[in-house]
């Protein structure tokens, strides 16, 4: 396994030994390989039943919509970035939260980054350093 840089000194991604890609592009390629997304959305179709998404969805609209939401969240991302060199917010503290909604004392902290929309169907995991 390895650690490789996507913006330093913010984000860092792991990239597993025997893997081509790191998992933050596999992340964000998978989030963009429409057809994938949408066998993944026929596979899992009952899910966008749900009213929590607040529309009805059909796999092509809801991988549609996960593609849109992982463009927006790459731009996010990278104006963070840009937040934080320049002491500003948003920065990467305001947008990932704390899981469970609490502040834990460790050397590592667990977030979680939504995707841009709500409700989102992208999460995004991270540990802050």
Not at 3 to 26: A, H
Not at 44 to 73: C, F, K, M
Not at 77 to 105: I, M, R
């Amino acid at each position: 396994m390895e650690i490789e840089t996507i913006y330093e000194p913010y984000v860092y991604s792991i990239k597993y030994d025997g893997q081509e890609l790191c998992e933050f592009d596999r992340l964000f390629d998978a989030w963009s390989d429409m057809s994938e997304l949408v066998n993944f959305m026929r596979t899992h179709q009952e899910y966008l039943n749900n009213p929590i998404w607040g529309e009805q969805h059909t796999p092509e609209s809801a991988a549609r919509r996960v593609r849109d939401e992982a463009t927006e969240l790459g731009k996010l991302l990278f104006e963070l970035c840009k937040n934080a060199d320049q002491g500003e917010t948003p920065d990467f503290d305001s947008h990932f939260k704390f899981l469970d909604g609490k502040y834990q004392v460790y050397e590592y902290i667990p977030m979680k980054s939504y995707g841009t929309g709500r409700p989102s169907f992208l999460l995004m995991y991270a540990i802050k350093l």
